[in-house]
Every structure is written in structure tokens, then in C-alpha cells.
């Protein structure tokens, strides 16, 4: 079994910044990419960034310079570092990871449960 659990949702105002975290846990063998997605109603679900094993990013044009992704493989964790937030950066944003389990022979998608980032005045 593989979890993902995330925290640091919130409401800010704009210009604020919010930190998101994601730890992965269970029977994990291995992680390649970890990843932030975000979500609103009746829209598709959206990448947001993504960062591999080795430390290779990629982010969507509408957040590069005001976002920032990392992780820390000793702790399977992801962060998402978001600032200078606009209220179109209103969403459920989503933990994804491509893991390999014990017991697997391929890598999977695994994702959070979703937390809530409201920007508003």
C-alpha cells in the first residue's frame, strides 16, 4: 500500500504565499517524478510542476517565477513553494508521484486526496 498525504492548504490573500508539502509512504521502493496538479470545477485537471529523481523541473507557463517545487528523497517528500499567488491560482491542488512498490514490476501513479487554495481578498 502507498499513501500520499498532503498539507498547507489555506485562504491568502493576493501577493501571498502558500507552502504545500506531500510525504509518500508505504511499501515503496522507488520514487521518479513527484508533482503538483491543480483543479476546478468543471475544468480538467491541470499540471502544475513536476520534479524527477535527479533534480530536473518542469513548471506550467502561468506559474514559472512564482512557484517553486522541490523534494527531499531521503524524506519521499514534495513541496510546492507558491508566491506572489493570484486569485486565479484558486484550486484543489493534487500530490501526484510515479512510484514503484515491492512487489511491482512497473511504476504507478499515485495521487493525494486534494487541498483547498483559495486566493481572495
Known amino acids: 500500500q502507498v499513501q500520499l498525504v498532503e498539507s498547507g492548504g489555506g485562504l491568502v490573500q493576493p501577493g501571498g504565499s502558500l507552502r504545500l508539502s506531500c510525504a509518500a509512504s508505504?511499501?515503496?521502493?522507488?520514487?521518479?517524478?513527484m508533482g503538483w496538479y491543480r483543479q476546478v470545477p468543471g475544468k480538467e485537471r491541470e499540471l502544475v510542476a513536476r520534479i524527477w529523481s535527479i533534480g530536473r523541473t518542469n513548471y506550467r507557463d502561468s506559474v514559472k517565477g512564482r512557484f517553486t517545487v522541490s523534494r527531499d528523497n531521503a524524506k519521499n517528500t514534495v513541496y510546492l513553494q507558491m508566491n506572489s499567488l493570484k486569485p486565479e491560482d484558486t484550486a484543489v491542488y493534487y500530490c501526484?508521484?510515479?512510484?514503484?512498490?515491492?512487489?511491482?514490476?512497473?511504476?504507478?501513479?499515485?495521487w493525494g486526496q486534494g487541498t483547498q487554495v483559495t486566493v481572495s481578498s
Open positions: 501526484n508521484a510515479n512510484i514503484l512498490a515491492y512487489g511491482s514490476s512497473q511504476y504507478a501513479d499515485y
Open positions: 508505504g511499501s515503496i521502493f522507488s520514487i521518479n517524478a
